[in-house]
């Protein structure tokens, strides 16, 4: 399958006989890249799996309002963001506690959820954990999801220089986190 | 500290955090099998679900009209009757979806009375029961279960039609999928049933569209010992009510090998019975039991939504066999997609219909009014009244980007997440501007005069 551009697909988009086609694109090149990014916040696979579908239900529903002024890949990213942490604030709600302990909620999924890796590697996402939570969405982009920084920025809205430090001051606490005990 | 705009120079920023580097580009999530495969499937399935459910419902007349007429092909006075059946079902259900609050038990009876039958029929010719009731709901059943399978072949039929048609919005409604793997599982028990007695050829008739055929009413009076087709929620055990000298008379062979005149049936299946005189092939009845379960459906007691939000609802149960019912949607299917909902409470029903089961269930949801009280004036002098630029109702949507300007249009905050703790520090009194981007799904944009007063 060729790969095809924000803009082919937003024209294929933007006909109505080639609107499916152009979903179905764009679904498939975005899919995996979108979950990870959900699954990277949530961590649970099923609520990761429920809140990608929501995102690609939402994309396909709005995609007549999307008036161009920023790119494609931001603005689904945005939503995903969006999804993800609306996600947790349910999440939080229905567990009833305040917004800034879901960290703690996450951390036991750490140690339950569908991870493979060894003792360093939990230890790796639970120093994520202790982020704020958008020095949490940087790193997670920069760090696993190798977007550039210029991405980054499009998608948060924030410029290429306070990302950068906070991705750097992201960097120094994991670093520590890891190295102490 | 050198920062670099290049992704590839991204290990040369680590390159002081040996432990990050270290662990770059490990994936510790796993996910099942195919999963993204399911996963394009499962969003194009909801969205067949939201956009074409009137569609689809129009699609399935057109089913079984194909199915009707491809029968009349076959045996045209069949065809009629399928036709007649199809509106015996219609009745059966929509009388029972009538009632199903108040009578659920219209078809519970049936099945009462068809169980009650097993037990203690006397005569083993199912056409000799003078129950007028009972035989009612004796052809009920076998209808309701022989238009449901002529309806789910003609779907296969109809797949590759659609196919070529390459009607795009028929392309994104997938039901068929699951219809065919339906199809297929059904096949693989008649298969399975039908391999046992592979050596005699009168039970090779394994083809699906034997199906339709065996719900004719004159093939099922022809049982001389076996009830007609039925379809029930759980298991049950059957007898067979031989008199003794039909018993010394007559040899009897099942097509699940179990012998003698009593056995339980635990799963969906052709039961096939032969009786043999003298060695000698007499006779064959055939019986179509499926067994659905019973639906149970889950749904939370409330759910509080804004109403800018949507709400996706699953039943929690995924059974082709399973009709849905929403209160508050069009959709039949087990999950729906509730959105752009007016500001109020809500109280929805999901009534779930198998064969012989009606499930309700219901839930509450509150949509909220999470609009937005934004304040033209603050008085930051820490009296604890006003002293922040508070928003109420911000925390409804999160990584919503604020920006104050002075009446020169000198930025002098900006925050991709305001969490309601702008207090004006060190201005001076006087008008500002706020823009205000709301992370909802249309990017809100909002914008007014701040008036601070010190």
Redo the contacts between chains.
């Keep these: 399958m060729p790969i095809y551009s924000d803009n082919d697909i937003l024209d294929l988009c933007r006909s109505s006989h080639t609107r499916e086609r152009g979903f179905r694109i764009l679904l498939s090149q975005y899919r995996e890249r979108i979950y990870w990014h959900i699954r990277r916040i949530l961590y649970d696979h099923e609520e990761a799996n429920d809140v990608t579908q929501e995102v690609f239900v939402k994309v396909w529903k709005y995609l007549d309002d999307f008036r161009g002024d920023s790119k494609l890949f931001s603005w689904i990213y945005r939503i995903a963001t969006n999804e993800s942490l609306n996600h947790l604030k349910k999440l939080q709600r229905k567990n009833n506690i305040p917004y800034d302990q879901v960290a703690f909620l996450l951390e036991s999924r750490i140690d339950n959820t569908q991870i493979d890796g060894d003792e360093i590697e939990r230890k790796l996402h639970k120093a994520v954990l202790q982020l704020p939570e958008k020095q949490r969405l940087v790193f997670n982009m920069k760090y696993f999801d190798d977007l550039k920084y210029r991405e980054i920025a499009e998608i948060l809205d924030i410029t290429e220089g306070s990302l950068k430090a906070s991705f750097h001051y992201a960097v120094k606490k994991v670093e520590d986190y890891l190295a102490g005990d | 500290?050198k920062?670099s705009?290049n992704?590839s120079d991204?290990e040369s920023?680590?390159s002081n955090?040996?432990?990050?580097y270290q662990?770059?580009g490990?994936?510790?999530?796993?996910?099942?099998n195919s999963?993204?495969d399911q996963?394009?499937s499962?969003?194009?399935n909801?969205?067949a679900n939201?956009r074409t459910t009137i569609k689809t419902n129009l699609w399935r007349k057109y089913a079984f009209y194909v199915a009707a007429a491809s029968i009349v092909a076959v045996v045209s006075v069949l065809g009629f009757y399928l036709f007649d059946s199809k509106q015996h079902q219609n009745e059966l259900i929509s009388s029972n979806t009538e009632q199903n609050h108040s009578k659920p038990k219209l078809i519970d009876n049936s099945t009462a009375n068809y169980q009650e039958k097993l037990k203690t029929e006397s005569s083993p010719n199912a056409d000799q029961i003078k129950n007028e009731d009972s035989i009612l709901n004796f052809k009920s059943h076998s209808l309701v279960l022989s238009n449901r399978n002529a309806i789910e072949m003609s779907k296969i039929q109809i797949i590759n039609e659609k196919y070529t048609t390459v009607d795009?919005?028929e392309?994104?409604t997938p039901p068929f999928n699951k219809t065919s793997r339906n199809s297929n599982e059904q096949n693989a028990i008649v298969a399975n049933n039908v391999n046992v007695l592979s050596s005699n050829t009168n039970f090779i008739d394994q083809h699906i569209g034997a199906y339709p055929s065996l719900a004719k009413p004159n093939e099922s009076s022809k049982n001389r010992f076996l009830p007609t087709d039925t379809c029930v929620n759980d298991y049950f055990s059957y007898q067979l009510k031989l008199s003794e000298s039909e018993l010394k008379t007559y040899k009897y062979v099942w097509n699940n090998l179990q012998g003698g005149n009593s056995f339980s049936i635990h799963r969906s299946g052709k039961y096939i019975l032969q009786y043999f005189l003298e060695d000698r092939l007499i006779g064959t009845d055939t019986m179509l039991v499926s067994i659905v379960s019973k639906p149970k459906p889950v749904l939370k007691d409330h759910y509080?939504i804004c109403s800018h939000?949507?709400l996706?609802l699953s039943s929690k149960t995924n059974n082709p066999n399973y009709q849905y019912r929403w209160s508050l949607s069009t959709s039949t299917k087990s999950e729906i997609?509730l959105?752009d909902l007016e500001v109020g409470n809500y109280k929805l029903i999901l009534d779930v219909f198998s064969c012989v089961d009606t499930v309700s269930v219901q839930t509450f949801i509150s949509v909220n009014d999470c609009k937005l009280k934004i304040p033209n004036v603050i008085t930051p002098n820490g009296d604890g009244f006003n002293d922040a630029f508070t928003i109420q109702g911000i925390?409804n949507y999160?990584?919503s980007?604020l920006t104050i300007l002075d009446r020169n249009g000198k930025i002098l905050y900006n925050t991709?997440?305001y969490q309601n703790d702008w207090k004006a520090d060190n201005l001076p009194a006087g008008t500002y501007f706020y823009s205000l981007?709301l992370?909802d799904?249309?990017q809100t944009e909002k914008g007014g005069i701040l008036t601070i007063i010190r």
Aim: aromatic fraction near 10%.
């Design positions: 500290m920062y705009n992704k991204m920023d680590l955090f040996p432990k990050l662990l770059k490990v994936n510790t999530f796993t996910t099942p999963y993204f996963l394009e499962d969003v194009l909801k969205l939201n795009l919005k392309v994104l509080e939000e949507s996706l997609l959105s925390e999160p990584l980007s991709l997440d981007k992370n799904s249309k």
